[in-house]
């Protein structure tokens, strides 16, 4: 990891960042900035880094179509609610670039939601252990799903996972026989 952004400031340094050291210093100090090793960015540098891997996990809309066209890294993970724009991401996609979108990326905490809701109903009280290998396994059959029928369709993973949305969305419909 070369790059770390928060509210408490961004820092880099192009050898990789010591994550462990630079987590204490900012439990610490309360910021980034100043650490070790490691020298300011503004997040619009951060985000145009010579990278392979880009993870927006911030606030929304943070890529968008005046920075796309900047942006280096060849896989993006939207660890965000909406971090790319719609006209970010047809630039992007365009480009090559492959976007693992936050419908997907981003829902652990909802699967885990999920989890706990019916471990309430059950009156059943699950450890870490078990929920971590449930949610594992839905993630990855989730991404292999969604990673399939990008390839199968010819389409962006996003478009993949909307679909896969809409149909169970509509099938649980179909099922409850509201149609």
């Not at 719609?86 to 090559?96: Q, V």
Request: aromatic share 8%; hydrophobic share 40%; net charge negative.
């Amino acid at each position: 990891m070369i790059a770390v952004s928060s509210v408490d400031g961004e820092v880099y340094n192009s050898d990789g960042l010591n994550i462990p050291r630079l987590f204490e210093y900012q439990d610490k100090t309360g910021m980034f900035e100043g650490f070790p090793g490691a020298e300011p960015i503004s997040n619009n540098e951060l985000l145009e880094l010579e990278c392979e891997v880009l993870i927006p996990a911030p606030i929304d809309n943070v890529i968008t179509d005046e920075n796309a066209k900047n942006i280096k890294a060849q896989l993006i993970l939207e660890a965000a609610n909406h971090p790319i724009t719609p006209e970010a991401d047809r630039i992007l996609s365009e480009g090559g670039v492959t976007i693992l979108p936050d419908i997907l990326v981003n829902a652990g905490g909802v699967i885990v939601s999920y989890f706990e809701w019916t471990q309430n109903l059950q009156e059943f009280l699950w450890e870490e252990s078990p929920v971590n290998e449930e949610l594992k396994k839905t993630i990855l059959q989730a991404c292999n799903e969604v990673w399939t029928r990008s390839i199968r369709e010819k389409t962006t993973h996003r478009q993949a996972s909307f679909e896969i949305g809409v149909q169970r969305v509509a099938r649980a419909v179909e099922l409850r026989g509201f149609v």
